[in-house]
């Protein structure tokens, strides 16, 4: 965890205008610093779009599926066809989805005990900020007990400077508990994706292979049907011939 700077002693130069100004300005540049935006965010939208993509591609055989999908309008409107011909070539890709899907999870695992070290961050940063803010809050009744024609300047200037550092306290607490979301949110796409990688697509393969060897059965029959059909007619047509 990085250190972040405490509040100094003595609190605050009162005859500096300038640094009642800028009271917690130190804590709040390292603060600023060392919570920029992640990637995790970028990864996390990626590996929905791939999920997305599987998943039209598991539907290319259910036509059916596709034109409920569409509605009516949709179906008038040729959308269900470019939705067909979409998911047709989704699933010639398949294996390309899924490699690009299990490299964007690479990414994702790796970024979650960042997002869990950024939010313990931030939440130390919201307790460094509050005590700044105690410490701010002393010296303003040292202030305001004082008798001295600055008095009412400094006192006013030094309770803005406080609101600022409360209110920005309260934006990171809010930070804090988006980034615990973010973070559980992450584990749930991951083991949403490790279901459908591990055992609905297994299944849905199995599914297939089951329909087209059922469907090579029906025309294997087709087949020996028609093949008996030509036999007669040869021999029906050898017999007139004798």
Request: proline share 4%; hydrophobic share 50%.
């Amino acid at each position: 965890m990085i250190g972040l700077p405490e509040p100094p002693v003595p609190a605050l130069a009162l005859e500096d205008p300038l640094a009642v100004a800028n009271y917690g300005a130190p804590l709040l540049a390292v603060v600023e610093q060392k919570t920029s935006p992640s990637d995790n965010d970028h990864a996390a939208v990626r590996l929905v779009a791939e999920m997305d993509n599987i998943h039209q591609a598991m539907r290319a055989h259910d036509v059916g599926a596709i034109r409920r999908s569409v509605g009516l309008l949709g179906r008038l409107l040729g959308r269900d066809v470019e939705a067909q011909a979409q998911a047709e070539r989704l699933a010639g890709q398949l294996d390309v989805c899924l490699l690009r899907a299990d490299g964007i999870v690479a990414d994702l695992r790796r970024g979650l005990p960042v997002r869990l070290e950024q939010a313990a961050f931030v939440g130390a940063a919201v307790n460094a900020i509050d005590a700044w803010a105690e410490a701010g809050e002393r010296v303003l009744l040292d202030v305001q007990a004082q008798v001295g024609p600055d008095k009412e300047l400094i006192s006013a200037a030094l309770q803005r400077r406080l609101q600022h550092l409360r209110s920005v306290a309260r934006l990171r607490a809010l930070e804090a508990s988006q980034l615990q979301l973010l973070h559980a949110q992450g584990v749930e796409l991951l083991e949403r994706y490790q279901r459908i990688r591990d055992v609905l697509l297994p299944l849905w393969r199995q599914q297939v292979l089951a329909t087209q060897a059922a469907g090579m059965s029906a025309r294997l029959a087709s087949a020996a049907d028609a093949q008996a059909r030509i036999l007669a007619e040869v021999e029906a047509m050898q017999a007139r011939l004798r």
